[in-house]
């Protein structure tokens, strides 16, 4: 891969300023304080949300504790999503810190999957990164690795270790010189206005003709709607960890650059704001 080692480490070190409050619903023996942090893009919300957890509990009645689960402005928030797609999605146009709810009852069973530890992100986690080098590698790269070097991705993103994960991770961002890229973008496309989960299919990062693949390329394949008319205005924006990237930069380098770490590119097409 070309290295952009300043664009690796700036995508890693993403921060989202955030403030927890309780519902107001939930038992309290006294009056829960809002709780701040500064939350990964990178990381999951059950991965870092251990210090939010126990400020909570020590003002709720211990009768009154069951799975710990987040929402913004009602709607629940999926801890196997990425922190940054989940702010990006639902709450990128708002002002900051990000105000998210926390609830201890009434688990939204149809909104959320359970995650009743750390093993169960890791394997979800693992899962994703497996499934992407399927696609770039026939999973060639992943199954050449050894349990260490798996365990080694995982530590560093439980541990927000970047030198520790890029050591491996590199390896999964390389390909042959002779390919140009690989053979299939890892990708999944949300969009804001739609209860789809995601989209996802096959998409190569060079075109038949030998020319690179761009990220406008990708939208108009597979979500035309978001591309705007020639005579008309932009009515969306397509967004990853936070920015807007031009639509003609190169699919092939985003995929290498702006991956999250489980290396899959998770972008979002939200509604432009009109103000």
Same mark, same amino acid.
């Given at each position: 891969?070309? +290295? +952009?080692?300043?664009?690796?480490? +700036?995508?890693?070190?993403?921060?989202?300023?955030?403030?927890?409050?309780?519902? !107001? @619903?939930? %038992?309290?023996?006294? =009056?829960?304080?809002?709780?701040?942090?500064?939350?990964?893009?990178? &990381?999951?919300?059950?991965?870092? /949300?251990?210090?939010?957890?126990?400020?909570?509990?020590?003002?709720?009645? !211990? #009768?009154?504790? &069951?799975?710990?689960? $987040?929402?913004?402005?009602?709607?629940?928030?999926?801890?196997?999503?990425?922190?940054?797609?989940? $702010?990006?999605?639902?709450?990128?146009? /708002?002002?900051?810190?990000? *105000?998210?709810?926390?609830?201890?009852?009434?688990?939204?069973?149809?909104?959320?999957?359970?995650?009743? *530890?750390?093993?169960?992100? #890791?394997?979800h986690f693992m899962a994703c990164i497996k499934e992407a080098d399927?696609?770039?590698?026939?999973?060639?790269?992943?199954?050449?690795?050894?349990?260490? @070097?798996?365990?080694?991705?995982?530590?560093?993103?439980?541990?927000?270790? $970047?030198?520790?994960?890029?050591?491996?991770?590199?390896?999964?961002? =390389?390909?042959?010189?002779?390919?140009?890229? $690989?053979?299939? %973008?890892?990708?999944?496309?949300? !969009?804001? /206005?739609?209860?789809?989960?995601?989209?996802?299919?096959?998409?190569?990062? %060079?075109? *038949?003709?030998?020319?690179?693949?761009?990220?406008?390329?990708?939208?108009?394949?597979?979500?035309?709607?978001?591309?705007?008319? #020639?005579?008309?205005?932009?009515?969306? !924006?397509?967004?990853?960890?936070?920015? #807007?990237?031009?639509?003609e930069t190169p699919i092939q380098w985003?995929?290498?650059?702006? &991956?999250?770490? @489980?290396?899959?590119?998770?972008? &979002?097409?939200?509604?432009?704001?009109? +103000?």
């Amino acid at each position: 891969m070309t +290295d +952009d080692k300043d664009v690796l480490r +700036d995508v890693w070190f993403g921060r989202i300023p955030a403030c927890f409050t309780l519902y !107001q @619903d939930e %038992i309290t023996e006294r =009056e829960a304080e809002p709780y701040y942090l500064l939350l990964p893009r990178i &990381s999951y919300l059950t991965l870092v /949300t251990d210090k939010v957890k126990k400020h909570f509990q020590k003002v709720m009645r !211990q #009768e009154e504790v &069951s799975e710990i689960w $987040f929402e913004y402005e009602g709607t629940p928030l999926k801890w196997h999503y990425p922190i940054g797609l989940l $702010f990006d999605l639902h709450a990128s146009n /708002t002002a900051l810190p990000w *105000s998210i709810t926390v609830h201890f009852k009434n688990f939204p069973e149809k909104d959320l999957l359970h995650c009743h *530890s750390k093993d169960v992100i #890791e394997a979800h986690f693992m899962a994703c990164i497996k499934e992407a080098d399927a696609l770039k590698h026939k999973s060639q790269v992943i199954n050449e690795m050894q349990k260490k @070097d798996h365990k080694q991705l995982w530590m560093g993103l439980q541990n927000d270790k $970047f030198e520790q994960f890029w050591a491996i991770n590199r390896k999964l961002m =390389e390909y042959p010189p002779e390919d140009s890229g $690989f053979r299939y %973008i890892p990708f999944r496309i949300y !969009q804001a /206005t739609t209860e789809r989960p995601f989209i996802q299919k096959l998409f190569r990062p %060079i075109a *038949s003709g030998g020319q690179l693949h761009t990220l406008g390329d990708l939208i108009k394949d597979v979500c035309p709607s978001a591309i705007a008319p #020639e005579d008309g205005e932009q009515k969306t !924006q397509v967004m990853i960890h936070g920015i #807007e990237p031009m639509l003609e930069t190169p699919i092939q380098w985003l995929s290498e650059h702006m &991956s999250y770490p @489980d290396n899959f590119l998770h972008i &979002s097409i939200i509604p432009r704001p009109t +103000d």
